[in-house]
């Protein structure tokens, strides 16, 4: 009995030889419990060991085996062939980014951006060891829990096409990840993180599309994130303008 | 703000076509979604006018109204009618995620807040147009 | 605190209000005025429709109703051009949207007020 068979159409890019991605098709057996990533994986263990794409922890945490998948933004690790039956599937690199090789995009504009929104807990003074945890009760845990478990997978990146338009944009992921900061209790850098937030290029950039929470594997919606995010600058705009030398502490 | 990063030798950039809004059905959405503001604005200028030309008097305001009966005007507004529910439609769904209502600790949760909203817009439209209905 | 180096929070705060009041009031007024009057179904005579504008109140909601979402339009048709791929005439779009719902602004209280 003829083996069942499914063809993957892979993006591939040679950096300097080639001037355009190509697209390149495989045919793989066809597995019911076989996902993308598999596929790619027996691409690359069987028939062609050159093809180059990230990929870590096959359980959709890492967040690295982010590709476009017949258009749209997935953790190949979560993308079962059986969803794209018969085939073929086309597989390329994450949209708007600047392609390295083959399925590997350039994420050093994404991890500047990441840097720049400073998500990590910020106190004017940090209190001693001694004084224990800061703690938080589950309403305070509630208000940013959902924001926190993004896992830096840039899906949202390679769905908004703002980003793709003005790649100045400092983008879903991290916008949301700042947000999450500035919601936290614990947190007190809100005046260090807003502005960068509300520049041009922040906040005042994102038309809403939306499709940054359609395709988050995490159930982050940075889309809300961004809108509040705005209105949280509009507030303190207008105060700035009512209250020049200071309103807000 | 900070530069453009320069292009590095070997990267590979993709380009952004003019018609990329017609590559994914949520694109269009949101492109139709965002066009629904010229119609609105349209439907707006020519209320203006309206009242304008009421100001000039019942002669001026009669051939107004006659020109509005005309077939391209009332399917413009046909159309412009469409577009504008549209608008209502997807703005309170998404103000509803957006702004968070609080009762308490607690979340209302978003599904409530946009049925109040479509509520509220149902009743206000119903009293509007009864309005005008009764006095008419 | 640098969050008045853009004057884009002003803008995008008027096309919030726009938006909820274009949301809100639009489709009914749409209905009865560009379908339901012209096509004879409601009556609105001369005489009733300068009574109600020679109303102060009425005045105020149809300067609400008319104004403030043409700053609505003038935003998304910014981005919408934007969109476009007119990325390089971005400050000239700009001025030419949010001037078009200033001058519309002017033109509404113009129309209002010399009733």
Known sequence: ??????????????????????????????????????????IK???????????????????????????????????FLRDYLPGPIRVEPLAYFPVIR??????????????????????????????????????????YKQFSMCINCMLCYAACPVYGLSP???????????????????????????????????????TFVGECSAVCPKGVDPAAAIQRSKVAGAKDWFLSILLPRGGRS | MSAPPAPRPGLYYPKMPATWWLRRPAYLRFMLREVSSVFIAIFLAVLMVQVYRAGQGPEAYAAFLERLASPGWIAFHAVALGFALYHSVTWLKLTAVVQVVRLGEHQVPPRLVAAGAFAFWGILSLAILFAVLLRS | MSTRKTSEPFWWGLFSVGGVVAAFLVPVHLFIHGLAVPLGWIAF???????????????????????????????????????????????????????????????????????
């Open chain 1, 1 to 42: 009995m003829a083996e069942e068979t499914i063809t993957l159409e892979v993006t591939r890019y040679r950096p300097r030889e080639d001037r355009e991605p190509r697209a390149q098709a495989f045919t793989v057996p066809y597995r019911k419990d076989w996902v993308v990533l598999d596929a790619l994986n027996h």
């Open chain 1, 168 to 206: 100045l944009f400092i983008g879903p992921a991290a916008i949301a990840l700042g947000y999450r900061y500035n919601l936290d209790s614990r947190d007190e850098g809100y005046h260090l993180r807003q502005p960068i937030l509300a520049e041009a290029v922040g906040v005042w950039q994102c």
């Open chain 3, 45 to 115: 005579p001369h005489a009733r429709m300068l009574a109600l504008v020679g109303q102060p109140l009425v005045k105020v909601y149809l300067f609400v109703l008319i104004a403030l979402p043409l700053y609505h339009w003038a935003h998304r048709f910014r981005f919408v051009l934007e969109d476009l791929g007119l990325h390089a005439l971005r400050a000239p779009i700009a001025v030419g949207c949010y001037g078009s719902a200033v001058a519309g602004t002017v033109g509404t209280l113009w129309v209002l007020l010399r009733l």
């Open chain 1, 45 to 79: 263990d069987r028939v062609d060991g050159t093809l180059t794409y990230r990929w870590s922890c096959r359980m959709g945490v890492c967040g690295s085996c982010g590709m476009m998948v017949n258009g749209v933004p997935k953790l190949t690790c979560a993308a």
């Open chain 1, 102 to 143: 083959d399925l590997v995009v350039d994420i050093e504009d994404f991890m500047g951006k990441l840097r720049r929104v400073m998500p990590w807990i910020i106190r004017r003074t940090e209190q001693p060891l001694t004084a224990g945890e800061y703690r938080q009760t589950p309403a305070q845990l509630e208000a």
